[in-house]
């Protein structure tokens, strides 16, 4: 499986502050897809956002917008104005395939962000 | 419209004993798969089914099984179990979507934590 790296184990941010979590990937597919979720502690698993490989605009959703520098293979979340229910584990995962095919995921090791009052 | 539903949510398995994790989607999802998740850690692709009747490994397929004779179930066995299985199990399903690059978010179930002692 091609890598997924987060470099940040865990992080701290006040409350209303954005804050910048880390990823980067391994690819030799032209075309494939970044995912954020997100993990609360209670354990689900909760979908954020994507970026298509051929997407020209960075995806925003809400809060949350990632920034997306395909050279550099790096696909950044940012959470601006960040809230105490953002306190989560965050990971990062690559869509793996050739679409049509299938679409497996590759995650990274997660970040922990805890949100500060 | 459930999701993805996973039965048992937490189970404690003797060294040795066999189990099956139920799972089961009511979205007509084409594809499934099953994650575990290590303490502190992404999470891995242990099998995945593209439909009924097709399953292939992910990363991490020793010491399991799985079967999708329907659309909506996809079943995860344990044959026997070893100390090395104890993780939270993830199943997942997402749609077809025809094209390279094409958006394909994975839903996920709650999980099962599965301890063996």
């Known amino acids: 499986a091609q890598k997924i790296t987060q470099t940040q184990p865990g992080m701290f941010v006040q409350e209303k502050e954005a804050v910048t979590l880390d990823c980067t990937y391994d690819t030799s597919d032209p075309s494939y897809g970044l995912f954020w979720y997100k993990q609360p502690s209670s354990g689900e698993m909760i979908f954020l956002i994507y970026?298509?490989?051929?997407?020209?605009q960075n995806a925003t959703e809400g809060r949350y917008s990632l920034n997306f520098q395909k050279a550099r293979k790096s696909a950044n979340l940012v959470i601006s104005a960040s809230q105490l229910g953002d306190s989560a584990m965050y990971f990062c995962?690559?869509?793996?395939?050739?679409?049509?095919?299938?679409?497996?995921?590759?995650f990274g090791a997660g970040t922990t962000v805890t949100v500060r009052a | 419209n459930a999701g993805v539903t996973q039965t048992p949510k937490f189970r404690i398995l003797k060294i040795g004993q066999s189990m099956t994790l139920q799972c089961t989607q009511d979205?007509?999802?084409?594809?499934m798969y099953w994650y575990r998740q290590d303490p502190g850690m992404g999470l891995k692709l242990i099998y995945y089914?593209?439909?009924?009747?097709?399953?292939d490994k992910g990363e991490v397929p020793n010491g399991y099984n799985v079967s999708r004779s329907t659309t909506e179930d996809f079943p995860l066995r344990l044959e026997l179990a070893a100390p090395s299985q104890t993780s939270v199990y993830f199943c997942?399903?997402?749609?077809?979507?025809?094209?390279?690059?094409?958006?394909?978010?994975?839903?996920f179930g709650p999980g099962t934590r599965l301890t063996v002692l």
């Open positions: 995962a690559r869509r793996e395939g050739r679409g049509g095919n299938d679409y497996k995921l590759s």
């Open positions: 970026q298509g490989s051929y997407d020209q």
């Open positions: 997942a399903s997402s749609p077809r979507v025809g094209g390279a690059g094409g958006y394909n978010e994975q839903f």
């Open positions: 089914s593209v439909g009924a009747g097709i399953t």
């Open positions: 979205m007509n999802h084409n594809y």
